[in-house]
């Protein structure tokens, strides 16, 4: 008997997808059906389909142009994943990881509301001013949002939700998140960003854990968003 490989959601749905342009289903340099039309052919969520034609476009089978289409760019090569990469972080799912951290980090904020110090609520400061000073200079702040993430996480006091946290925020090196980064980030995204992380820090040195968690819920579902909006509203890249 042979073991099943497990494979992730969105390496389901990439793999059905080159198995269309590997059938002749869309020949190379035609355009794919819109990322609605084909999450509605294959059956699965528009969230999941994207992340399936963003590590189709890492292996350069697809090719993303933004105010245009997604078009097949070549027949790709099967590659199968060898099994001890399968469980890193750099093999999730942006999406997903995003979805899982609102349910997480939303409880980590209202712990920290409880319980942070003055040092703890003096180093998400210090994180957020960062951010900003990174902005303001046309830098990507994402260490300096790691670190009001992780500033969080220490305030809580729990060593399992502190684990868990960086496990989500290492998913962010992986070429998944990089590329859909590409896309969907940008001054006007992170200016957003900037402003929720205030809220949060706010309602955690008003010590509101009901605030705290709704601020944060609120930040990572708009972050959600910012990540699953059109590709039209991506700047072009052709």
């Not at 697809?62 to 590659?79: A, D, F, P």
């Not at 998400?124 to 303001?136: G, N, R, S």
């Not at 290492?170 to 200016?191: C, H, K, M, Q, T």
Request: charged share 25%; glycine share 6%.
């Amino acid at each position: 008997m042979k073991s099943i490989e497990p494979q992730r959601l969105y390496r389901q749905i990439a793999k059905q997808v080159q198995g269309l342009i590997s059938s002749g289903e869309f020949a190379v340099g035609s355009r794919l059906p819109a990322e609605r039309d084909l999450a509605m052919q294959l059956g699965f969520s528009r969230p999941s389909v994207r992340e399936a034609l963003i590590a189709l476009e890492v292996e350069g089978v697809i090719e993303v142009r933004t105010g245009s289409g997604i078009y097949v760019k070549s027949l790709g090569k099967k590659k199968q994943a060898a099994p001890s990469t399968l469980n890193t972080p750099a093999e999730w799912g942006p999406l997903e990881v995003m979805r899982a951290r609102s349910l997480i980090e939303a409880e980590m904020a209202a712990l920290a509301a409880e319980g942070a110090n003055a040092q703890d609520i003096k180093r998400m400061a210090a994180a957020l001013k960062a951010m900003q000073k990174d902005a303001k200079a046309g830098r990507i702040p994402r260490d300096s949002d790691i670190a009001f993430h992780m500033a969080i996480a220490n305030a809580c006091a729990n060593s399992v939700m502190h684990d868990t946290l960086e496990l989500y925020l290492e998913a962010r090196n992986g070429p998944l998140f990089e590329r859909l980064g590409d896309y969907f980030e940008s001054p006007a995204s992170w200016a957003a960003a900037i402003a929720e992380h205030q809220e949060v820090l706010e309602a955690i040195e008003a010590h509101d854990p009901q605030r705290a968690r709704k601020t944060m819920q609120k930040h990572l579902n708009q972050a959600h968003k910012r990540f699953s909006a059109s590709w039209r509203s991506a700047p072009s890249r052709i």
